[in-house]
């Protein structure tokens, strides 16, 4: 059985680059595009979710203090910000699972290959992790829905996924672009 794969490259590795989207295409497009501005479109969104949840949480708490008064237009305020926090959040975790899905369909998995070094292992257990922590906060939201359509409530364990998620993915987006760029900046030196 002959291969079309150069002479020393592995039968999976030209399977992954039979696979690679054609130049003009959109799927071609989506992750040049995605490769090099990425990280830059996270971790602005990560940032802008943060400061919006920073900003909702004593909105909120305060607003319903107010609320108990009868003044609600407080705690109307806050979760329009708490809302907006949830659109971003669900808009990031949306973007890393569509970036993880290109990066292992073209690139292949994390942690793959003999010759990853410490950057590109931190680089793949990082990617890893957002996208572990994406998935739980959407399957937490689409839970949560689910089950405030079917009893009525949602139940803490749900809730508790939601939070974490929710709390993670901005967290570990900015972790891995400040790594990001310090590993930049050190191979600047």
Avoid: H, K, Q
Avoid at 30 to 37: F, G, K, Q, R, V
Avoid at 47 to 73: H, M, N
Avoid at 127 to 142: D, K, M, P, Q, W
């Amino acid at each position: 059985m002959t291969s079309d794969a150069p002479e020393g490259s592995s039968e999976r590795g030209a399977a992954r680059a039979e696979s690679r989207p054609r130049e003009g295409s959109y799927a071609g497009r989506a992750d040049a595009w995605l490769s090099s501005n990425g990280t830059y479109v996270e971790a602005g969104v990560a940032a802008t979710a943060a400061v919006a949840g920073a900003v909702a949480l004593p909105v909120v708490a305060f607003g319903a203090l107010t609320a108990i008064g009868g003044e609600t237009s407080i705690l109307t305020g806050g979760l329009i910000v708490a809302a907006v926090c949830l659109g971003l959040l669900t808009l990031l975790a949306g973007l890393l699972l569509v970036r993880a899905s290109l990066e292992v369909r073209y690139r292949g998995a994390p942690f793959g290959g003999d010759d990853a070094g410490v950057s590109a292992t931190l680089y793949g257990a990082a990617r890893t992790a957002e996208a572990i922590a994406a998935g739980t906060f959407l399957v937490g939201l689409v839970a949560s829905l689910a089950s405030v359509a079917s009893i009525g409530r949602v139940p803490s364990p749900i809730l508790l996924a939601v939070g974490a998620g929710g709390v993670a993915l901005p967290t570990l987006v900015l972790l891995r672009a400040t790594g990001e760029l310090a590993t930049s900046a050190f191979e600047l030196i």
